[in-house]
Structures are given as structure tokens and as C-alpha cells.
């Protein structure tokens, strides 16, 4: 391996390449502690064409490259295997890969690399009277390449749809080294495949993305934001239903349950939102939009809706921060007391309500089976687009018992085993739970003719047993 440090060093720059094991562990733990894995260094190159040749350099040495951003991830997708199959892993990070080009007015649109994190990206757009359409609570660390990697939602996908929706173009480093991509945003074209969108969401695995060209949207104030209780997720969905009638431009519809919002207060010292305790809360942010023209025609509005009578409802920033805040600290909240098993699903927005009255019974049974303490159970997420992020608390964070039953109930809802995160190394197992075992195939196949030797983070997103079945098939 020492050669190999030795050749990133020329290539990147000898301050650009960790290999102290100490600091190297800082970059192979990921932001949930649960997974963690051991490489030999940590390269951080500067432009495009170092990524190429370091990529090159790990292939000629056999060693894997494991793409990093803000390592935010909460699927285990950022950092090494915990196993080694013998090859080296080398981390490549993208945090030199800051630069952010002047927002083109005409085109509303921003060339960003990959290492921008999504607070500059925000603030670069709003100095330039726009805004970035992915917004979410780990904004001031995780990265354009990261949420790419990803397909990220957060808090405003109900309306701008997640990270693939506002990818113009993108610059990427295949395995052999080679670059692809534009940076143009032509939105009309048609040749051939769309390899940005193609690389939206494979999380490391097909190229290292260096740099994005994305859309931005006019900028759209929040107008109002709304805390009601409600009797649980079914009866939120009802409401939800009634408020989007009325209002139809929603800029965020979140859920939280009673568990979730009681621990959050508690870690974070606020007041109950509500004068009276709910089953669960629904939070929405109503956009200003040109069709309003003021906050009392929203209220007058909301007021054929039939909200509770104790619903909050927020006019001013401070107000309407403070009410995010409920929402926004839960996962912090929850990393104070313990480390999680996360379960990011989609489930259709019609049977949330018999995934939830399912889902106690479902946890209890599977920490049960597995010898384990009463499990505590956290749900939260957007509502708007039916993503629900499972917490639980309790089971040893190495069995993932519970992990499979959650994710196995989602997909018998009609459900997808991950919905924003990613399937990292953390659910590769059950990819086939959600998706026809001819679409993992044809992933697969895009994977081989990319990257035949397996270079880019191996053990992320597939299936281990079709990556052991196309192995052995190789070997015959
Ligand atoms: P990393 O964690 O570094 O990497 C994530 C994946 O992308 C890995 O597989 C990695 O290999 C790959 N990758 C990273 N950069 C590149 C690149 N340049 N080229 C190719 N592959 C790359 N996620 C949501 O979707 N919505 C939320 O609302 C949300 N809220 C969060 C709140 C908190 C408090 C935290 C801690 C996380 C949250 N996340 C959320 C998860 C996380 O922030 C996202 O998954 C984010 O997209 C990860 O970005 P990152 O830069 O940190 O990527
Ligand atoms: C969120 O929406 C994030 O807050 C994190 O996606 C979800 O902590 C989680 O489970
Ligand atoms: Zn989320």
C-alpha cells in the first residue's frame, strides 16, 4: 500500500492524502456510528482529471474506491466494508471540490462541485434572487455528488420532487478513468441514454460525479406554517387531504408521531406545540404564492378545513422556525439516547394508515423473536410523499431483524424498502423486497459493463448473493 499513498500523494498533493490509521477511522465511521470499516487512506483530490488518475492509480493496485461527501449518509454507504475481501479501500473524498459558478439568470440554473455543501448551494441561490429545490436537515454538511449519489428528498420534494428532478447535467469519472457528462443544461435533447440521471442514485457505484449543473426555482417565502394534532397518520393523510384542496401550493407536509415529538422536546427543551397531546402531528408549510395575496386569505382558507382547534399556526419567520424546529431535531434527538435502527420506506400515501396500525405489532414481534428488551419505536417523515422514517430503539444495532421486518411490511403495502437514503450496505439484502429481481439484474449489468473489476464501492447497493452468483458465474 505504500506505493499507493505514495502515487495519490503525487497526484493529489501530499497534505491531500490521510494515512494516520487515527484519522483514517474518523472517515471510515459513518454518521449513525452503526457502520464503520478500515482503509488505507483518505484522497482528496482537487480537480476532475486528479479523481481520474487517482481512480486509475487505485485500479492499477486493486485497490477500491469508496466515493465520500459530507458522510451523512444513514445507510452505510460512505465508508469501506467492515469485511475486506483482501483488496485495499481507499476513500476518496470531494470536499476540495468546492467550487460554485455565477447562477445564470436565463437558464435559472448553477454549475456547483461536487463537494458544495447544500447550505452554500442555498445561499449562493438565494443571493441571486433563486432557490435550490432540495432541502433537507444535514444541509450544512451533505454535498451536491452526496445527494446525487443518493436521489435525496427532504423537506421540500412534496414540491420540487427530489435531487433527480433538478439535475441539468453532471460531470462524472468512470471506473476506467474515463470522464462523461456535460455541464451544457440543455434540456431538450435526445441521444441516447440520460447517463446524469443514470448516475443519480448510484450511490458511488457506476462513477465519482465531480461536478452538477442544477436547476433552481424562483424563490417562493413561506407564507404560513402549521402545527395540527391529529389522531394518528391515517387521520393526518385525511387532513392533509383537505388542507392540499384548498391550498394546493404546499411547500412541506411532514409527520411526526407522539413518540418522536416527545422525545425532541425533551432532548431539545421545547414547549408542547399544541395546548393539548396528540397522537401525531402534522406540520405544513404553505408557499406564498402569487394567487394569495395576503396571510389572512391562508386562514380564512384553513378555516373550512376543520382543523383542531388547538393547530398552531405560524406567520413570521421566528414563529414558523420554531415550529420546524419539532421537526428538524428529531433525528439529532434521537442520536442522543441511542443508536438507531433506521428504516427509510415509501409506502403509497392511501395505506399509510394500515402501515402504521401494523407496524407496533410488527417491530414488537421482531425484537422479540430476536431475545431483545422492549423496543421503543419512532415515526416521522414526509408525509407528503409518503416516505416514514422508522426509528427504533432498543434491538443491538447488529441485528437487523428488525430492519428486514419493517422493510419486508413496507413492501407488502405496495411500499419501497428505501425511499430518500439510498439502499447503501445497510439493506442490500432486501433490495428485492420492493423491486422485480429482472430490474436488480438489469442494475447489475449496468454495473459490470462499468465497472467490471468491481472498483467502486463494492457491497453497496447490490445484493450480496447476485454479486456472489455473477462472481462464480465469472469464474466458470
Ligand atoms: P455521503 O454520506 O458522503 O455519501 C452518501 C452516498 O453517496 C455514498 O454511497 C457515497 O459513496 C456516495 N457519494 C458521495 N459523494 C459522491 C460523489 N461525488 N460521487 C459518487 N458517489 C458519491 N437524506 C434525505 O434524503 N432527506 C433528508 O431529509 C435527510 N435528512 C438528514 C438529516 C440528518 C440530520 C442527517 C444526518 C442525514 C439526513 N439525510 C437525509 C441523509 C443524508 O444527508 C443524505 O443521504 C445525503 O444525500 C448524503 O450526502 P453526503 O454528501 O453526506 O454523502
Ligand atoms: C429526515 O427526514 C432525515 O429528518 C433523517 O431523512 C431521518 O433520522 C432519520 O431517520
Ligand atoms: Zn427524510
Wanted: negative net charge; hydrophobic residues 45%.
Amino acid at each position: 500500500m505504500g506505493n499507493l499513498v505514495a502515487d495519490l500523494r503525487a497526484i493529489a498533493g501530499p497534505a491531500h492524502v490521510l494515512a494516520d490509521p487515527d484519522v483514517v477511522a474518523g472517515y471510515a465511521t459513518d454518521w449513525t456510528r452503526r457502520y464503520t470499516g478500515s482503509a488505507s487512506c483518505v484522497v482528496s483530490p482537487g480537480t476532475t482529471a486528479q479523481i481520474a488518475e487517482a481512480i486509475q492509480a487505485c485500479a492499477g493496485y486493486g485497490a477500491r474506491v469508496i466515493p465520500q461527501g459530507g458522510n451523512t449518509g444513514l445507510v452505510g454507504g460512505s465508508i469501506p466494508p467492515a469485511q475486506s475481501d483482501g483488496a485495499d479501500c481507499v476513500i476518496l473524498s470531494t470536499k476540495r471540490l468546492t467550487a460554485l459558478c455565477p447562477v445564470d439568470p436565463r437558464s435559472r440554473q448553477v454549475t456547483a462541485g461536487a463537494g458544495v455543501t447544500i447550505a452554500r448551494l442555498a445561499d449562493h441561490a438565494a443571493a441571486a434572487g433563486l432557490r435550490y429545490g432540495v432541502d433537507l436537515a444535514s444541509r450544512d454538511s451533505a454535498t451536491v455528488g452526496g445527494t446525487i449519489a443518493t436521489n435525496a428528498g427532504g423537506i421540500h420534494t412534496i414540491r420540487y420532487g427530489p435531487t433527480r428532478s433538478q439535475v441539468a447535467g453532471l460531470i462524472a469519472v468512470l471506473a476506467d478513468g474515463s470522464v462523461v457528462g456535460s455541464l451544457s443544461g440543455l434540456t431538450a435533447g435526445s441521444t441516447g441514454f440520460d447517463l446524469a440521471q443514470l448516475l443519480v442514485g448510484s450511490e458511488g457505484t457506476l462513477a465519482v460525479i465531480t461536478e452538477a449543473r442544477l436547476a433552481l426555482r424562483p424563490p417562493e417565502p413561506a407564507a404560513a406554517v402549521l402545527i395540527a394534532g391529529t389522531t394518528g397518520i391515517a387521520a393526518a393523510t385525511e387532513l392533509l387531504a383537505h388542507i392540499r384542496e384548498v391550498i394546493p401550493d404546499l411547500l412541506a407536509a411532514e409527520y411526526i408521531d407522539a413518540a418522536g415529538l416527545a422525545l425532541v422536546r425533551d432532548v431539545a427543551g421545547l414547549a408542547p406545540p399544541t395546548a393539548d397531546p396528540h397522537e401525531g402531528y402534522l406540520l405544513v408549510e404553505i408557499a406564498a404564492t402569487a394567487g394569495v395575496p395576503d396571510p389572512d386569505a391562508y386562514l380564512q382558507r384553513l378555516d373550512t378545513v376543520g382543523l383542531p382547534a388547538d393547530t398552531v399556526v405560524a406567520l413570521d419567520a421566528n414563529a414558523m422556525a420554531a415550529l420546524w424546529s419539532y421537526r428538524e431535531r428529531i433525528t439529532e434527538a434521537i442520536a442522543t439516547i441511542g443508536m438507531p435502527h433506521k428504516i427509510d420506506v415509501a409506502v403509497p400515501i392511501p395505506a399509510l394508515g394500515a402501515f402504521c396500525a401494523d407496524l407496533e405489532g410488527v417491530v414488537r414481534d421482531a425484537v422479540h423473536g430476536h431475545g431483545n428488551s422492549e423496543p421503543r419505536l419512532i415515526v416521522f417523515g414526509h408525509l407528503g410523499v409518503g416516505n416514514l422514517h422508522v426509528n427504533v430503539l432498543g434491538p443491538d444495532p447488529a441485528d437487523t431483524g428488525v430492519d428486514e421486518a419493517v422493510a419486508r411490511l413496507a413492501a407488502s403495502h405496495g411500499g419501497s424498502v428505501a425511499a430518500e437514503h439510498g439502499i447503501g450496505r445497510a439493506k442490500t439484502g432486501w433490495l428485492a423486497f420492493s423491486s422485480l429481481a429482472a430490474d436488480v439484474d438489469a442494475m447489475r449489468s449496468i454495473k459490470t459493463a462499468l465497472d467490471p473489476a468491481g472498483l467502486l464501492n463494492p457491497g453497496v447497493l447490490f445484493p450480496p448473493e447476485i454479486q456472489q452468483q455473477r462472481a462464480t458465474t465469472r469464474t466458470v
